[in-house]
Structure formats: C-alpha cells, structure tokens
C-alpha cells in the first residue's frame, strides 16, 4: 500500500520570505502523480501544484515550486514570497497512475504566516 | 456557478440517528468519491464511484452507503450514528482517462455526533 509521510506538523514563515514543505512517499508503482492541495480555514480544498512522475523537470505556478527527487521519493512544496493569504493547511497527495484514482494524503502541515 | 457542491455545510445530531449528505458535480466527471477528514486533520478515501459501479470500497463500517442515482450525483447514507462518525466529509469527482485527471472538492460537511 501507498503511504504518503509529512514530517513537519507545523512551519512558520515570515512574510516575504520563502518556505520549503517536506513530503516523502512510499510506492512500487512507476506511474503515479503527485499533487499539493491547500486547505484555508474555510475548509476547501484546493489543488496547489501537480507533478507527473514520468517528468523529470519539476512543476512550477507563480509562487510554488516542487522539488520532486524521484530516486529519493521526495516530494516537497517550496513557496515564495510568503503571503499572509498562503496560511493554510498544506496537504501532499498520491494517485496511481492506473484506474482506481483514489488519492492517499499525508498527514498535513500547518502553515502559518507571520507579518 | 459552483463545480462540487455538497448539502449540508453543517449537520447536528444525535447517536443512533440516520443521516443523508448529497453530493452533485456539474464538471460531467464520471467518477465521484467520499473522502473523511478526522479531528486530527488527517483525510482518507471512503468510497469512489465510476458509471454508478462501485469501484473502491475501503474498510468502512457498513453503516455508510453510497448512492448514485446518475453520474452527477454521489449522496453518503449513514446509519445508526456513532460518537466516531464526528468529522469532515467531502466528496470530489473526476474525470477517469484524461491525462490531467484533477480531483476537485466540495466545501465539505461538517457532521457533529452528540
């Protein structure tokens, strides 16, 4: 079974400034996408990045970046330019490539933002 | 013109009663899921339908049903409500063979077992 493991419970990030979110995950598969949703206290949930394992450059929108290191399992979220807007809670995702779709969360990492 | 939507927001109420959340999607994905979000955060796949099939059912207990009248719709049955049924439920639908193939959320409901 996929398991996906987020390290840090908690990260604080100076307005501005830039921070980097910890991912690994666990897999047999070859054919997988991994993915970062954003989780406002609103409770929405919202797709923040995507990366195809198949590709070796990492995605990148606006602000978010990934690191993906595929040997390692490493899937981490860098943002730039903290904003006071990106406090959230930041989950790190995993789907099969195959049919079956179901997505495995980490545990998730509260973000906070200071001003 | 919302993409997921999930009724209701909030839901209240006593152990041992029957509850329904619907779930519609105007994306025309043909696979729509249940996910639950515990008190500690942490979220879990409990049901996908593909084309009104089941396609995952993950070990739930059997007090959760989900019904899909059409392809747009994925309604959560729970019966006989236990303290432990307390969480978030979203549900999320997407669209099975496209290389993208994005899962978008509801807004969630929150159920409150007393």
């Known amino acids: 079974a996929q398991t996906v493991t987020q390290s840090q419970p908690e990260m604080s990030v100076q307005e501005a400034e830039t921070v980097t979110l910890s991912c690994t995950y666990d897999t047999s598969e070859s054919d997988y996408y991994l993915f970062w949703y954003k989780q406002p206290p609103s409770r929405q949930m919202i797709l923040v990045i995507r990366q195809e394992a198949y590709k070796q450059q990492n995605a990148t929108e606006n602000r978010f970046s990934v690191n993906f290191q595929k040997a390692a399992k490493s899937f981490s979220l860098k943002i730039s330019d903290s904003q006071l807007g990106d406090a959230a809670m930041y989950f790190c995702?995993?789907?099969?490539?195959?049919?079956?779709?179901?997505?495995?969360f980490g545990g998730g990492t509260r973000l906070m933002v200071k001003p | 013109d919302t993409a997921v939507s999930q009724t209701p927001k909030y839901l209240v109420t006593q152990m041992g009663n029957d509850k329904s959340i619907k779930c519609e999607q105007n994306?025309?994905?043909?696979?729509m899921y249940w996910y639950k979000q515990d008190s500690k955060k942490f979220l879990k796949i409990m049901f996908s339908y593909n084309n009104k099939e089941l396609i995952i059912n993950e070990t739930v207990p059997n007090r959760f049903s989900p019904k899909s009248p059409d392809k747009a719709h994925l309604n959560l049955h729970i019966n006989s409500l236990e303290l432990g049924d307390s969480a978030v439920y979203f549900c999320a639908s997407s669209q099975v063979g496209l290389a993208k193939n994005i899962q978008y959320f509801g807004a969630g409901t929150r159920l409150s077992v007393l």
């Open positions: 995702a995993y789907r099969r490539g195959n049919a079956g779709n179901m997505l495995t």
């Open positions: 994306l025309g994905h043909d696979t």
